[in-house]
């Protein structure tokens, strides 16, 4: 600490300490974090948020035995499982946002490195995987009553994928990109289960380079129904329907990969009433070379500390760059019911891969989408646990930011290592939860959840409020997505047309399934910056 310049009088002193005390509380950041569970049993390399407040977490099930055993003493007798042929142990698990609780799920062939999306009827559709997982397509139909498991389909699929990127479509089935030398995409569910067909997509084969940092591309569905696909550190916008690429982008500046191992992360930012215009976010990642040189030299580069932003529907688009306030690999980008981008869990350096990253980032970070340029990051409170490779972090219903996972060893690893396989469960709680705004936060009165959309529909939401922010009141809708790796599928939200204020917003649905795919979503009225717990809608 530098000592006080000697002609302070003992007033300004008192002054200058309280001016301390308000500069270090400041710094401190906002938000706030909570343990949930210190072991849920099972790793959380996958997680998603279904339409009954359920998350379904699983990793993979060659890591042997996990911290949870399997319901009624059972087993898994899988003589393919490179670990525990005879394996009683659970590698998901259902966690119950609401009460705070969790029970084993049966998850029988290989889920490691694998993808999801929801189906329109809330059921989770995962796809793909290693070893005897490669192919299959695993199917988990929420319930209340604690009797729903996982239901398994092998050969579902027409290659292995491992490493792939799902987003559901306008039609509501799933399209599933790449995956480890898979150069094509397929769909799924498939009409026709003998159609093995796949579709070539030359773009993943030109962006594989040594190490295939192309690996789990991010996959963001367009307002004009084509798939923007980023790989390593560049984008096409394809029109998947007849395997054109309708536009191709620039490389992003410096030139820097962005995907598996190199993992940044990328969000479509908000999508404004009635949209003429979409934009991509994508942040962090680690140097080209990190990966070899933490693999054979255990030298681990700083990360990548800049974040790349594109309007994706622009004839010629350019990259607007922007520096990221901590430089971050293996981040999750989340996006928040107010409309902000928190960026949260990854190391500073390293990469993803079995012990590459090094120095946690515990500080998440809010990237503010309309704050003046320079002017749109602002550091959070840390938590204290390191979440690295295979962490993940999903958006719930009340506004929470759910975060676990963390497993960077080949097996579980519990002690005895710098980074211990991580069983907890914590909650990230974003600044607009804070209790001195509560008088802003607005309370959604009728209708209960879950409420029927239609496209273009109107619908009214009555709700309750202290007092109304110059801000103003908005509805915004956010689909929840399936985390995994650094990227979030299907992640999606939508500012909707309002009208009304004070106590009753009359809002319209999105006019169509391409600005918003068929399923659940989490509506929420948003004061300012305050959001009210959602509501489910399901739309169709
Ligand atoms: C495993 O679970 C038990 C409770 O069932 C808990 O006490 C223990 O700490 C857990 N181990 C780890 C490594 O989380
Ligand atoms: C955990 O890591 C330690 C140190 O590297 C190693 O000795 C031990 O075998 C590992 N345990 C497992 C289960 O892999």
Not at 178 to 184: V, Y
Not at 485 to 505: A, D
């Amino acid at each position: 600490m530098r000592s006080l310049p000697r002609h302070v009088p003992f007033p300004s002193f008192f002054f200058f300490l309280i001016l301390l005390l308000v500069v270090v509380s400041a710094a401190a950041g906002g938000g706030e974090w909570k343990l949930l569970q210190h072991s849920i049993g099972v790793s959380a390399m996958h997680m998603q948020l279904l339409h009954n407040d359920r998350v379904v977490v699983f990793d993979r099930t060659d890591f042997g035995p996990s911290n949870l055993s399997l319901p009624d003493g059972r087993c898994r007798n899988d003589p393919n499982d490179k670990a525990l042929p005879v394996d009683c142990t659970a590698h998901s698990a259902e966690y119950d946002v609401v009460a705070n609780a969790f029970r084993p799920l049966m998850v029988l062939t290989d889920t490691w490195c694998s993808s999801g999306s929801v189906a329109p009827d809330g059921t989770l559709v995962q796809t793909g995987g290693f070893n005897d997982g490669e192919r299959a397509a695993r199917t988990f139909r929420p319930c209340d009553d604690g009797s729903c498991d996982w239901v398994e389909t092998a050969q579902a699929l027409a290659v292995r994928r491992w490493y792939a990127t799902n987003q559901v479509l306008p039609d509501g089935r799933a399209v599933v990109v790449g995956g480890r030398r898979q150069f094509n995409y397929e769909f799924y569910p498939k009409p026709d289960p003998s159609d093995m067909s796949t579709i070539a997509l030359r773009f993943l084969q030109d962006t594989r380079d040594d190490v295939e940092d192309n690996l789990y591309p991010f996959v963001h569905l367009s307002i004009d129904g084509n798939l923007f696909i980023f790989a390593n550190n560049r984008a096409i916008l394809l029109d998947y329907s007849k395997n054109t690429v309708v536009r191709t982008y620039p490389k992003m500046p410096s030139g820097e990969p962005r995907n598996y191992p190199s993992s940044g992360s990328s969000v479509l930012l908000p999508l404004k009433p009635s949209p003429t215009e979409a934009e991509v976010l994508i942040c962090g990642g680690a140097p080209a070379g990190s990966y070899s040189q933490a693999l054979q030299k255990k030298r681990f580069l700083r990360a990548l500390d800049s974040c790349g932003r594109i309007k994706i529907t622009d004839a010629a688009p350019s990259w607007n760059m922007e520096a990221m306030p901590v430089p971050r690999v293996m981040g999750d980008m989340v996006l928040l019911p107010d409309g902000d981008v928190l960026l949260i869990n990854g190391a500073a350096a390293g990469t993803a891969g079995w012990e590459l990253g090094h120095d946690p980032v515990l500080t998440p970070v809010v990237y503010r989408p309309d704050g003046a340029a320079g002017a749109r990051f602002d550091v959070q409170s840390g938590s204290t646990t390191p979440r690295l490779y295979h962490s993940t972090a999903v958006l719930l219903r009340d506004g929470r930011v759910l975060v676990g996972g963390s497993n960077p060893h080949v097996k579980y690893n519990f002690s005895g290592v710098e980074y211990p396989t991580e069983l907890s469960m914590e909650a990230f709680s974003p600044s607009y939860l804070n209790s001195e705004n509560s008088r802003l936060r607005p309370q959604i009165l009728t209708p209960p959840s879950p409420i029927q959309l239609t496209y273009g529909g109107r619908f009214s939401l009555q709700f309750s409020v202290g007092v109304v922010s110059e801000g103003g009141i908005r509805v915004t809708m956010v689909a929840p997505s399936f985390a995994t790796h650094s990227f979030s599928m299907n992640q999606r939200l939508l500012v909707l047309e309002t009208e009304g204020g004070m106590s009753e917003v009359v809002a319209v649905a999105p006019a169509s399934a391409i600005l918003a795919p068929p399923g659940y979503y989490m509506v929420y009225v948003v004061n300012g910056g305050v959001p009210s717990e959602g509501i489910w809608a399901h739309i169709q």
